[in-house]
């Protein structure tokens, strides 16, 4: 266990968004919701600011309407005039970038929660960026510790911010909060209350930090990407398998090599041929199938988290 102690900057401006995909529909509740009535996400020490992601995907109940805006947010698209074939996400993303930004600026944001739901079986997932997002992985152990409802996963993408593409990469700590499984384009009261009861504990977390409290060095397990894994390609460019009936739902469950992951069409088991143990996340998740990937690929590693403390 690391015993250094890090000081970080207290956390002032905070976001709360959702209907990044429009047809997640418990994000763009919340978030409709709290833009009536904000009450909820006020604290000592910060009134978090609600907003919906892609009102127009929202309101037509699908992913997007052009493109998908959690692609949008890289700087060559921040950066470029508009024209009049420029797709309304792309639009938006300058909107929102300008406001919670912008991106790669001395004083963006200093927290943004994105609310999202998947069809993986997969309870809560906190994604963040990489594991020296201090301020992201106490978060996460605070929810782990403090959410009673689903048991916590912490996956890092390791997407670098001047890279990536997604909302998250405009502020200072970005977080996605996803919960599963969600069917999409379906409102539950179970994922409505579920994802409400997480946001508000991440803002408790939140509060306590910026009122001094020193959070204390942990260690913790989280799953770490390494790849996807990709659905095998017939001549015509189309997938030839899905996802086999014994790995469907073990979303964070070890894969051997051997075991079977995939089925072709024409009924034959297709292995897993790594090298080692997967634990597969966002199986079979609509996202996926759009890249014709089965899952992601993550490794489970051990990681030591220094104590920390807001700098006075």
Known sequence: M???????????????????????????????????????????TFNATPF???????????RFTEKDINTCFLESILSAPDTEDTPYEEKRAKEINLIFGPKGSPNPYDLLLDMHSTPSNMGV???????????????????????????THIYLSMVPKNTSGKITSIVRCGITLEIGPVNVETLTADAFNYTQNLVKCCLDFTDKFNQGVTFPAFETEAYQYFGLQDYPIDADREMSAMVHRKLQGKDYLPQKPGDPILL?????????????????IFINDPAMTSKKAAFVKTDKLKFSIPAIRARK
């Open 52 to 62: 919906l992601v892609n009102p127009r995907a929202a309101k037509a109940m699908v």
């Open 264 to 280: 072709s069409f024409d009924g034959k088991t297709i292995p897993y041929n790594g090298d080692r143990a997967v634990y597969p």
């Open 125 to 151: 997932t906190i994604i963040l960026d990489n594991a020296e997002n201090y301020l992201g992985m106490h978060l996460a152990h605070y929810v782990q510790n403090n959410f009673p409802f689903l048991k």
């Open 2 to 44: 690391t015993s250094k102690s890090v000081s970080l900057k207290p956390v002032t401006k905070v976001a709360v968004s959702g209907g990044t995909s429009g047809n997640k529909l418990a994000g763009v509740y919340l978030a409709k919701k709290w833009l009536k009535d904000p009450s909820e996400l006020q604290r000592q």
